[in-house]
């Protein structure tokens, strides 16, 4: 009695081989047509006939044709590839993700009135060392899914959450900038006009840490007080006419929100910075305006070490407010360059190194 060990399911390589061999000399002698229709990768099987079947496939968009869930586990997805795809080193990277993402969202004022913004939005994540990458379409999802929502911090959280979940990432960074329009007097007129705001909102979710942080850029006349006492000294001396320099300047001014506080508003921030440094730069002006905003640069010269002390002194003030950054930048009329100051309180906006583009994103252009 002959016994049999039984045929095992996965072919040999031997018969892997015969089976190639049998599958050239067939489509060697097939019309290209014939093999497109058994399989197009067949071609690919055949050295020197790659591309026979080429002029078979179909040229005419398929309007009719429609994905379903068997056809999308089919598609390629390199982002998801196994790790031997990675190229370069195999390193964890702390951000990756888009920049200048779109859309319209609802803010809510202090006076309780919403508005509809354009929004630039950055949306990354971390990503492991052993991951290639990731679906970067899906933080745009994310966002959508909220979009409906009036927009605050707590509404961005949610959307960190949500893509942090779908990217299965530890570390997630949002970031909204838009340009917040706020109602401002002129200084004696009576006019009222809309100044605008370059305003950014950012969640930082780093190690299981979460801040809230707030950036503003506002705009004034800084005056020098040197170039005050000389032009005074002209005149009062040798009688002669003298007018001190004075320029438009900037301040970034960037805060950590508490979380536990009441709400800080976009409001509450620029009335700050004008409590700060009074010589806001003016959207409605007639003569008797201009006067007085020369009468009040006169009682505010200040160099850029005070901008940024002054600045300190009311965030120093505001309970709502942990760490804070100040960048002033006072883009002078007497000189061919700026005078720029940095100044920060509290670890998260620490830094031994300042990009070197920093202060050329101070200019503000109107």
């Known amino acids: 009695m002959n016994v049999h060990s039984p045929k095992s399911d996965e072919p040999t390589r031997e018969e892997a081989e015969e089976a190639l061999a049998l599958l050239r000399q067939w489509a060697g002698n097939a019309d290209p047509v014939e093999v497109a229709e058994m399989d197009p990768l067949i071609s690919r099987l055949i050295p020197g006939a790659e591309l026979a079947n080429y002029p078979a496939l179909a040229r005419a968009y398929p309007e009719d044709f429609a994905v379903d869930e068997a056809y999308k586990a089919s598609m390629p997805d390199l982002q998801n590839g196994p790790s031997s795809l990675i190229r370069g080193a195999k390193q964890h990277i702390q951000h990756v993700g888009i920049s200048n993402f779109r859309l319209p969202i609802r803010v809510?004022?202090?006076?309780?009135?919403?508005?509809?913004?354009?929004?630039?939005?950055?949306?990354?994540?971390?990503?492991?060392?052993?991951?290639?990458?990731?679906?970067?379409?899906?933080?745009?999802?994310?966002?959508?899914?909220?979009a409906e929502q009036t927009f605050s911090f707590e509404v961005i959280e949610e959307t960190l959450d949500a893509y942090k979940t779908d990217l299965e990432s530890f570390d997630a960074r949002i970031q909204m900038r838009f340009s917040f329009p706020m109602k401002v007097d002129s200084l004696r007129s009576g006019l009222s006009g809309y100044q605008y705001y370059d305003i950014a909102l950012e969640v930082v979710d780093v190690a299981g840490t979460r801040k809230k942080i707030l950036h503003l850029d506002y705009v004034y006349s800084s005056t020098c007080p040197c170039s005050l006492e000389l032009s005074e000294h002209a005149r009062q001396f040798r009688g002669q006419l003298a007018t001190p320099h004075s320029q438009r300047s900037v301040a970034r001014i960037s805060v950590e929100v508490d979380s536990a506080a009441t709400c800080l508003w976009f409001e509450d921030v620029i009335e700050l910075c004008r409590a700060a440094v009074p010589t806001e730069t003016q959207v409605m002006v007639k003569r008797e305006d201009e006067q007085a905003f020369a009468e009040l640069n006169a009682a505010n010269p200040i160099f850029v070490e005070d901008a940024a002390r002054s600045f300190c002194a009311q965030l120093q003030a505001e309970p709502r407010i942990k760490d804070f950054r100040v960048i002033a930048s006072h883009q002078e009329s007497l000189h061919s360059h700026d005078a720029v100051s940095v100044m920060t309180e509290g670890p998260t906006f620490a830094a031994d190194s300042l990009d070197p583009k920093l202060f050329n994103t101070l200019f503000h252009v109107g």
């Open 108 to 146: 809510h004022t202090r006076d309780g009135d919403d508005l509809t913004l354009e929004t630039s939005v950055t949306g990354t994540v971390s990503l492991e060392a052993e991951k290639k990458g990731i679906n970067m379409s899906r933080i745009m999802r994310s966002f959508y899914r909220h």
